[in-house]
């Protein structure tokens, strides 16, 4: 099981901003070349993220459903990456003072991917949820992400 932590330096709410847009979800997860909303109104339960991810000339189209949701602390999602299988990815959003700490983990569930399981496949994990906590943290950093105050 891959267990990787972040400090970001914004709210939840502005950390839930960007994980809700599912417009955005490519500029944060490392691998996908290009994605758009398919199923369903994201984050909600049962939604989905069509995505494509690129291997050198290969393209394989996959997507990412939402099994569970509960704004702005929980999002968990279920990964298919069709004959490599499914991995549960649970995005834990923490208030941590000002800041959010964003806690990732990530296991396979079906497939090849979980068949093959081991210390060296938790290895890549990590490393791939650096990246994509990093891209996260810059894209919450932005400034661009703070809910507009209510209008009243």
């Known amino acids: 099981m891959a267990v990787r932590h972040k400090l970001v330096r914004r709210s939840t709410d502005a950390v839930w901003a960007v994980l809700s847009d599912g417009e955005r979800y490519d500029r944060w997860v490392v691998g996908t070349a290009e994605s758009h909303p398919a199923e369903g109104r994201w984050p909600e339960v049962g939604s989905t993220i069509a995505y494509r991810v690129r291997i050198g000339p290969f393209e394989l189209d996959n997507e990412t459903v939402v099994r569970r949701c509960e704004p702005p602390r929980i999002l968990?999602?279920?990964v298919?990456?069709?004959?490599?299988?499914t991995a549960r990815v649970a995005i834990d959003v923490r208030p941590w003072g000002d800041d959010t700490l964003l806690i990732v983990d990530e296991h396979p569930l079906r497939g090849v991917g979980a068949v093959l399981?081991?210390?060296a496949f938790e290895a890549v994990i990590q490393l791939r949820h650096r990246a994509m906590l990093n891209r996260l943290a810059e894209?919450?950093?932005d400034g661009r992400t703070e809910p507009s105050p209510a209008k009243g």
């Open 80 to 85: 298919n990456s069709g004959w490599l299988g």
């Open 139 to 141: 894209l919450c950093e």
């Open 117 to 119: 399981h081991n210390v």
């Open 76 to 78: 968990e999602l279920e």
